[in-house]
């Protein structure tokens, strides 16, 4: 394998180093000879990368790393584009849960309110990273994008740019998988999970070990424990995360089916996560005082003292997923991932053009998707609203339609009446003004 080059754009995100690190951990199969982190904010980048140079200087001293905030410089003959980036950062975040909170609905980053508008805010800047990356890069490249709210990213991508070599995943459905291991007592790569949905709202259908079906047991666990288990994945171990493993219980036993994304609290217990949340600190306030805090304590540290410590930051399932994702994209056998992806007929009876996320092999040729047949009428109901939701917002930004925007929060399955989302899209635009497509 010709040595590769990977671009991390979002450089200055709390999740670079981690990314770093898991891509130096293959380096006896994955032969990367250069790292580059691309950035609009150039000393959140130049901070972050104090850390990413420690790490490089301990697991690989020959693998160069440049840091850039000029997209040539990035992207030229780049072969992997790792993309995590966040729009209006943090403080933005924060912004999408309050507001929502403020008229009592859900503001996740991803899901309800707080997804639609961060959608809003990232779908263009994400299309001129695809723009510099058609100009710049190898044309053999992949993109992987982990930048959220990735439904709505995916969508609107395929739309503005169907021919992109954009490949949109998402960290969840692994370290699901992780605890299911962990529940199971096996490796995680022994699991085979059969699974359907949209980003953040979807389900599994099964799941096997070694080719034998453990559904039952993890049904029986989920029952009683949600997906609360011994060891849970390293990133998600704070008391919210905690909270949203135990809200799977309620949610599996009154539908019993299939085992959930935890995501899907956001839907089907809206109304207890808007009571249960803290209006004054919300999870953009953990990651600040948490993730982010962390990292930074080391980066301030290390300014002062020369010293670091490596225990300030996570691989977990989110670095070893992409750095695993891309080996995969050089091998004629790749292997079988949750990707999200465009659905003509895969699952039988949702729209073509929705993107889904379902099992996939991957290779050199790129994806090859597996079919999943036809889902229950319940499932494809809430899909379908979520769908059209998503759909609205997409379509909203590329006319300048306020009034599709508004379609798109009306018929979120988070929001009560059309006079709720009037007055939350009417807040988010003031809060969003240098961020969003102008809506007329
Ligand atoms: P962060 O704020 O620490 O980092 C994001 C970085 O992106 C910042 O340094 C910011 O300056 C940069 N950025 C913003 N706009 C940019 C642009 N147009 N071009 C280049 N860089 C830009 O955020 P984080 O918590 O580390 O998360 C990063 C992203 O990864 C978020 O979108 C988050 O939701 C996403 N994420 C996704 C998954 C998944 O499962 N899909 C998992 C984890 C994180
Ligand atoms: C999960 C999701 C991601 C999300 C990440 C971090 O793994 O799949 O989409 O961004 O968690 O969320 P956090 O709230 O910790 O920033
Ligand atoms: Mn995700």
Redesign the pocket.
């Known amino acids: 394998m010709e040595p590769k080059i990977i671009t991390i ?2 450089g ?4 670079t180093p981690g990314v770093v690190k898991a891509i130096l951990s293959k380096k006896d199969t994955f032969h990367v000879k250069e790292i580059r982190a ?4 150039y000393q ?2 130049e901070d972050v990368s104090i850390i990413v140079r420690k790490v490089i200087e301990n697991d690989c001293p020959e693998c160069k790393f440049i840091t850039t905030t000029d997209p040539e410089t990035a992207f030229k003959d780049s072969d992997f584009i790792f993309a ?4 209006g ?2 403080k933005m975040r924060e912004m999408d849960e309050k507001i929502s909170l403020k008229y009592g609905a859900v503001g996740q ?1 991803t899901c309800g309110c707080g997804g639609l508008t961060y959608g809003l805010r990232t779908i263009y ?1 994400m299309v ?2 695809l723009d510099y990356v058609a100009k710049y890069a190898n044309p053999n490249h992949w993109i992987l994008n ?3 709210p ?1 439904a709505i990213v995916a969508l609107a991508l395929k739309k503005i740019r169907p021919n992109a070599r954009i490949i949109n ?4 459905p692994v370290a699901i998988v992780n605890s299911f291991a962990d529940i199971l007592n096996c490796n995680p790569k022994d699991i085979k999970p059969f699974y359907f949905g949209l980003n953040h709202f979807g389900w599994f259908t099964d799941v096997w070990v070694n080719g034998e079906s453990r559904f039952k047991e993890l049904l029986d666990h989920a029952m009683k424990s949600g997906y609360l288990c011994e060891t849970p994945d390293e990133q998600h171990w704070e008391p919210s995360w905690v909270e949203t493993y135990k809200n799977v219980k309620p949610m599996i036993n009154r539908f019993p089916d299939y085992l959930p994304n935890t995501y899907l609290e956001y839907y089907l217990l809206s109304q207890d996560i808007v009571d249960h949340s803290n209006k004054n600190y919300t999870r953009a306030n953990e ?1 600040i005082d948490g993730r ?1 805090k962390t990292l930074f304590d080391a980066i301030n540290q290390y300014k002062e003292t020369g010293k670091y410590d490596d225990k300030t930051f996570v691989v977990g399932a ?1 670095a070893t997923f992409i750095v695993d994702l891309a080996e995969s994209l050089c091998k004629e056998n790749g292997g079988r991932y949750l990707l999200i992806v465009e659905n003509n007929g895969a699952v039988a009876n949702l729209p073509d053009d929705a993107m889904v996320e379902i099992p996939c092999y991957v290779s050199p040729k790129g994806i090859e998707k597996t079919s999943v047949g036809h889902i229950p009428t319940f499932y494809k109901g809430l899909i379908e609203q979520q769908y059209a939701s998503e759909k609205c917002i997409v379509e909203g930004a590329i006319e300048h339609s306020y009034t599709k925007v508004l379609q798109g929060f009306a018929l979120n399955k988070t929001i009560k009446s059309s006079t709720q989302a009037k007055e939350i899209l009417d807040e988010m635009i003031e809060a969003n003004k240098e961020y969003w497509p102008e809506l007329r």
């Open positions: 754009v979002g200055g995100s709390t999740y691309y950035d609009i904010d959140r980048q995590q980036i966040r729009v950062k943090y980053e800047p001129e990273i982990y930048s959220n990735a995943i998402c960290d969840m990651v982010e989110h």
